[in-house]
Nanobody, 114 residues
């Protein structure tokens, strides 16, 4: 079993920055893919950014140039640096880790005020 612990959410004004982190622990043999998703009220969960074990990244068009995903394989941790935040970035952000199974964090709330 793998546990995911997210941290770093909170309230920030538009234009500000926040950094999220997600640490995986437990019976981990190899993490293939790590990502961040978000779900705003009344909307479906959507991919924000993902990163493969080799460091290849992908981003939602809405966050390109503003968000940066990174990972530390020695710590089984994925990070999301969010800059130039907008009110439409307000959502619960979920960490996702893919080993030979798919794991989700409990989510951390990011609120961007205008």
């Amino acid at each position: 079993q793998v546990q995911l612990v997210e941290s770093g959410g909170g309230l920030v004004q538009a234009g500000g920055s926040l950094s999220l982190s997600c640490a995986a622990s437990g019976k981990i043999f190899s993490i293939n893919y790590m990502g961040w998703y978000r779900q705003a009220p009344g909307k479906q969960r959507e991919l924000v950014a993902g990163i493969g074990r080799g460091g290849i990244t992908n981003y939602a068009d809405s966050v390109k140039g503003r968000f940066t995903i990174s990972r530390d394989n020695t710590k089984n941790t994925v990070y999301l640096q969010m800059n130039s935040l907008k009110p439409e970035d307000t959502a619960v952000y979920y960490c996702n880790v893919l080993t030979f199974m798919n794991y989700w964090g409990k989510g951390t709330l990011v609120t961007v005020s205008s």
